[in-house]
């Protein structure tokens, strides 16, 4: 019989946990993939509330400062400290208008009133189109997941509550 010297156990040990760590590395990376559709989800409801509730903020601070035509927004990290404002143009009825010369522009107004980065990539989690109806521009945020949880965003109305829509 053949002894077995301390380096050889040793560079055992070694390729052991070298084997175990790349399978966890694996694991990890597995689960994570299967859950990138789930964190979409997330993110699509977190930031259509986000939208939801900055745009009705806009209306009202619209409201209390006597109905200007634009006003200047302030987005607050925590209660004291403002992180950054942005400045809206308003429709006659108080909601952040949509700048009909930008294509893009029902994205605009989604990366604005959320206060993302103009080169921040949404698309992994919101699908953006433009409707036209009844003589009204309307920008449709849907999840890029599914395309099925959309809302509607108008000058006139404001946000729609979120629906679950039967046709695309």
């Avoid at 700048?99 to 992994?124: F, G, P, R, T, Y």
């Amino acid at each position: 019989m053949k002894l077995v010297k301390v380096q050889d156990i040793r560079l055992f040990e070694f390729l052991i946990a070298i084997v175990v760590v790349l399978l966890l590395i694996l694991f990890i990376t597995r689960m994570n993939l299967s859950q990138k559709g789930v964190i979409d989800e997330v993110n699509f409801e977190m930031a259509s509330q986000n939208f939801n509730q900055n745009a009705s903020l806009i209306r009202a601070q619209w409201l209390i400062e006597g109905r200007p035509k634009e006003l200047t927004f302030s987005f607050f990290v925590d209660r004291n400290t403002i992180g950054n404002t942005r400045l809206f143009k308003l429709s006659d009825l108080g909601w952040p208008s949509i700048d009909h010369n930008n294509q893009k522009m029902c994205l605009a107004l989604w990366l604005d009133i959320n206060n993302l980065d103009k080169n921040e990539n949404v698309s992994h989690y919101v699908s953006v189109k433009k409707v036209t109806k009844n003589n009204d521009i309307n920008c449709k945020f849907c999840d890029a997941g599914d395309n099925n949880s959309c809302i509607e965003y108008s000058e006139r109305y404001g946000v729609k509550t979120p629906t679950v829509l039967s046709e695309n």
